[in-house]
């Protein structure tokens, strides 16, 4: 079965740091450029389209940053453990939000059909 399964996420105050993991079972996560992505509490029931935040492209594994997190975050990918992970510092209020991962089209346009999984949320609060 195809699948990636979020982690990591939790509460952290202003300023501090989290490391989110996306593992993925059924296919092998270095053949995919694979994005960051994220959506405001409660929006999903709005329509609100996830945001993309990051990306790691297939093979060499390039990233792109979206400039609100530029600095600050980091991408990377672990191909032994077939997952992603997103180093997330210096966080801010505004960086709340349940975070998910998915294969995309190219990592410039953050294009994706994937079928959301559950995320994982983060909460940035003092």
């Known amino acids: 079965q195809v699948r990636l399964v979020e982690s990591g996420g939790g509460l952290v105050q202003p300023g501090g740091s989290l490391r989110l993991s996306c593992a993925g079972s059924?296919?092998?996560?270095?053949?995919?450029?694979i994005g960051w992505f994220r959506q405001a509490p409660g929006k999903e029931h709005e329509g609100v389209e996830h945001e993309g935040v990051s990306c790691i492209s297939a093979g060499e594994g390039g990233t792109n940053y979206k400039d609100f997190v530029k600095g600050r975050f980091t991408i990377s990918r672990d191909n032994a453990k077939n997952s992603v992970y997103l180093q997330m510092n210096s966080l801010k209020p505004e960086d709340s939000a349940v975070y998910y991962c998915?294969?995309?089209?190219?990592?410039?346009?953050?294009?994706?059909?994937?079928?959301w999984g559950q995320g994982t949320r983060v909460t940035v609060s003092s």
């Open positions: 998915a294969p995309v089209e190219q990592c410039r346009t953050f294009k994706t059909e994937w079928n």
């Open positions: 059924g296919f092998t996560l270095a053949e995919y450029h």
